[in-house]
């Protein structure tokens, strides 16, 4: 095993800060992706994984649908649900202002998915999504 010394250069403080800086970057890093907590606020983006406990969540991004009965149309953010070849898509949409959660199943469990405003947790950032497991 080989012994790595520090240079005359290289302070103890130096030392101190880049290490800290390591163990903070994977913190930051499960914010666009990475683990996700049910019952927490996560960020998410177009293309990023957050992993559950139970599955993956992958944001496919917004689609615009038109209705006869709301000629505005509505929003849909959809994502994939996915775990061992096992895929659902999931679809949010504020409507026409009632927010509230999707509600899906896998695996014979209930989750919710929560855009905009989370029932515990008051309002979301537009790139944050909350899971509940019922």
């Not at 957050?50 to 709301?70: H, M, N, Q």
């Amino acid at each position: 095993m080989k012994l790595i010394s520090l240079h005359s250069g290289c302070t103890r403080r130096s030392f101190l800060a880049v290490s800290m800086m390591m163990f903070a970057m994977p913190a930051c890093a499960a914010g666009k992706g990475g683990r996700a907590s049910y019952g927490a606020k996560a960020k998410f983006h177009k293309g990023a994984v957050l992993s559950y406990p139970d599955f993956e969540v992958k944001y496919t991004g917004t689609r615009k649908v038109s209705s006869p009965a709301y000629s505005r149309g509505f929003l849909y953010h959809d994502f994939e649900v996915s775990r061992g070849g096992t895929i659902r898509v999931v679809n949010w949409s504020a409507g026409t202002g009632d927010i509230g959660p999707a509600v899906f199943q896998f695996d014979g469990k209930e989750y919710w998915l929560e855009l905009s405003r989370s029932d515990k947790l008051g309002k979301l950032a537009e790139d944050e999504v909350v899971i509940w497991k019922k």
